[in-house]
């Protein structure tokens, strides 16, 4: 499912025009994407939890050439299923 088929399915169970319904799903994004950058969690009991994890700075290799390389320190967005959500796919 992409966003378009997303929104579609949110107008459709919601009873929503697919504009209002374009609008809250964007907004839930948006709602996500802000609170991640504030570094905050998002949980949603029986969902998940978003939250941001920290990446070490480490040393890789070059596929090519083989030479050792640094790699950044990072973050990165992580999401860990919750109860309710890990039941409804099984």
């Not at 969690?41 to 596929?63: C, D, Y």
């Amino acid at each position: 499912m992409n966003k378009n088929e997303l929104i579609g399915a949110v107008a459709e169970a919601s009873g929503l025009s697919r504009t209002d319904a374009t609008k809250a799903v964007e907004g839930v994004f948006g709602a996500i994407e802000s609170a991640l950058k504030k570094r905050d969690e998002v949980r949603l009991v029986g969902f998940g939890t978003f939250s941001v994890a920290k990446r070490k700075a480490s040393t890789g290799r070059n596929p090519r050439t083989g030479e050792p390389m640094k790699i950044k320190a990072s973050s990165a967005p992580k999401f860990k299923a919750g109860k309710g959500l890990k039941d409804a796919v099984n």
